[in-house]
């Protein structure tokens, strides 16, 4: 493992593994550990799946791309989790319980009640969560056995209520999301800046944040940006750019979910679920990654979903590790501890943290005006009863949650998702 003092060893011996390796995004993974091998130098990097073809497939292709680009490092893959897992440092969580055939439910069964249909947001969310929470669970329970002082990074989704079930388990992990990156990226573009320049005062919680402010070396440019480019930002997050000058802020993309919900729910009616439109292109990506020539992340994977997870990845898990700098600033999923007065400690928040081989502290924020805070909290509300009904079962648990979730809140709503739920997930779930 590497040293926790901030000084690299210069011979590091790392090992990663990767839970959901058989993911067709996973050569994304693979290429942002290629190209950053100076900031997290990995020795191993093993791929466990229990989805043997595809593995095979992918891990093939892992080692072209290694190769390829000069990596020393050793690709293995396996559908053994524990062997996966023996002396790993550090595990990454990218797992998808019921694959996309449960997400296309969960993605079409709400918009029957008239409510969103989204994988991590609403009813679909709350499928997806009851689904994967136990999963992953078990999985963590394996690492605390077999490699006990690895850091878990989870890019599971729905990744708040997952992170605030490990960390409530007592696991050492933190959630990642790659919308903070996406922003800082977008945003570096358009201000013809350097992305290392950009600092985001982002603030909320999972799929549920805005950009508060956007610093570029401790200046915040955000009203000059909204000015300048509010008509792209706009159309980036498909929301009016009315909205946005009148926030003054910028919200993420799912806040269109809770802004405009009858809207969407429309719009989806009328056309492919996003589920769909996934496996029609991991068939392509499948077709593409079993040609022998083939030794970098096709185009296609753009239209995956995803993009720059890899270089988040990749510097969460160097400061995670030790090999960052003290105190090294990220934007991930932790515990609240505080920095929302307004929530539980133990709420898990989205917000920009200073990481190192200790965990994620978050660093303190301004006062959160109650136009947001007023729905973080009520969200907030809504995770910590569908974790209950994740740990525990049962379709009065179940109710509770779609009661107080937000894009939902009406008796025969949540009476009627409750038992559409449960129907489309019976096999998913133990108590059912």
Not at 14 to 43: H, N, Q
Not at 275 to 284: C, K, L, N, P, T
Request: charged share 20%; aromatic share 6%; net charge negative.
């Amino acid at each position: 493992m590497l040293p926790t003092s901030g000084e690299r060893s210069p011979h590091p011996r790392i090992k990663i593994a990767v839970v959901g390796g058989g993911s067709t995004y996973t050569p994304e993974l693979i290429d942002g550990f290629a190209r950053l091998r100076d900031a997290l130098p990995v020795a191993e990097l093993v791929l466990i799946d229990p989805a043997a073809e595809r593995l095979e497939l992918i891990g093939a292709l892992a080692r072209r791309i290694f190769a390829r680009q000069g990596h020393p490092g050793r690709i293995t893959w396996t559908a053994d989790l524990d062997a996966g897992l023996d002396g790993a440092d550090a595990v990454l969580l990218q797992l998808r319980v019921g694959g996309q055939a449960a997400r296309n439910q969960d993605e079409t069964w709400p918009l029957e009640c008239g409510c969103v249909g989204q994988e991590t947001t609403g009813a679909g969310g709350l499928a997806k969560a009851l689904r994967t929470v136990p999963v992953v669970l078990d999985i963590a329970e394996r690492v605390r056995r077999r490699c006990p002082d690895a850091w878990i990074v989870d890019f599971t989704n729905p990744v708040g209520i997952v992170t605030r079930a490990l960390l409530s388990h007592g696991h050492k992990a933190v959630g990642l999301c790659n919308v903070a990156i996406g922003f800082q990226r977008k945003f570096a573009k358009l201000l013809g800046v350097a992305p290392e320049r950009v600092e985001l005062e982002h603030i909320g919680l999972n799929h549920l944040t805005w950009e508060r402010a956007v610093r570029v070396d401790g200046t915040d440019v955000l009203p000059t940006l909204l000015a300048r480019h509010g008509d792209a930002l706009a159309d980036d997050v498909r929301m009016p750019r009315a909205l946005l000058d009148h926030l003054g802020v910028v919200p993420s993309y799912y806040l269109r979910y809770y802004y405009q919900h009858d809207a969407v729910v429309k719009e989806l009616r009328t056309k492919p679920s996003r589920a769909a439109e996934v496996a029609a292109i991991e068939r392509q990506l499948l077709d593409l990654y079993a040609d022998p020539d083939l030794a970098e992340k096709p185009g296609l994977l753009s239209r995956r979903g995803g993009a720059y997870y890899s270089e988040a990845a990749v510097a969460l898990t160097s400061s995670l590790l030790g090999g960052g700098t003290a105190g090294d600033v990220q934007i991930v999923n932790t515990l609240n501890h505080g920095t929302l007065p307004f929530l539980p400690d133990d709420a898990v928040i989205e917000v920009p943290a200073a990481v190192d081989s200790r965990g994620a502290s978050p660093l303190p924020l301004r006062p959160l005006a109650p136009l947001f805070a007023g729905l973080v909290a009520n969200v907030t509300a809504y995770e910590h009863l569908a974790l209950e009904a994740a740990l525990k079962g049962g379709r009065d648990r179940v109710f509770s949650a779609l009661l107080a979730h937000p894009l939902i809140g009406q008796i025969d709503y949540a009476d009627r998702l409750a038992d559409e739920l449960i129907a489309h997930n019976r096999e998913h779930l133990t108590w059912a």
